[in-house]
């Protein structure tokens, strides 16, 4: 799905069910995250047109979504606090430093397709959120949210194909990608979106 290499663990929607909190949590700081990388981008590249339109939008979704999340966390009684380490995240942009790409653009092809790495698995946990969330109403979120991640990875990937080259671009994520499938094998299956 979308570059993915390797699925979710099935045991993980069981994880997540049994504790909708914990990932609603993770869930309300993956979104303020996905907000803050777009603005850095767009801070960092304020010489490429259409990341600066396209991911000042994204950014705009992003928070929209915050708000949605802290909503039902809210509606759940549950009070968030500031968020801890992000070992799938982390992992996956120290995977990307072994041999990012020389020249200026390196780095930006590398936070791009990381970017579109971290959006794709996302969408594949809300996809299984939308099929097995516990009440219809998430079920119905979880599938809107679906749709918008899928458009954040196509945006990560062709903002990434644009700026650097369809042919490198294309290599570049499969080669992360591995990685990516490589880390999360080795995280425990836990109650988080990454």
Not at 163 to 189: D, F, M, W
Request: hydrophobic share 40%; proline share 7%; glycine share 4%.
């Amino acid at each position: 799905m979308l570059g993915l290499l390797a699925p979710t663990h099935p045991d993980w929607i069981d994880a997540a069910r049994s504790d909708l909190d914990a990932v609603l949590h993770d869930h309300l700081h993956c979104e303020l995250k996905a907000a803050s990388n777009a603005t850095a981008l767009v801070a960092r590249y304020p010489m490429f047109s259409r990341l600066v339109r396209t991911l000042s939008e994204l950014a705009r979704e992003e928070l929209t979504h915050v708000q949605q999340v802290y909503a039902e966390l809210e509606a759940r009684g549950f009070n968030p606090r500031p968020p801890g380490e992000d070992p799938y995240a982390g992992a996956l942009r120290k995977a990307s430093l072994v041999d990012t790409p020389h020249g200026d653009l390196g780095p930006l092809l590398d936070r791009l397709t990381v970017g579109a790495l971290i959006e794709a698995r996302s969408c594949e946990r809300f996809s299984l959120l939308r099929d097995h969330a516990p009440t219809e109403p998430m079920r119905a979120w979880y599938g809107q949210l679906f749709i918008s991640e899928a458009q954040h990875y196509r945006l990560f990937a062709s903002l990434a194909e644009e700026i650097a080259g369809e042919s490198v671009a294309r290599k570049r994520l499969q080669e992360l990608a591995v990685r990516e499938a490589e880390i999360l094998k080795k995280l425990p299956i836990s109650p988080r979106i990454h």
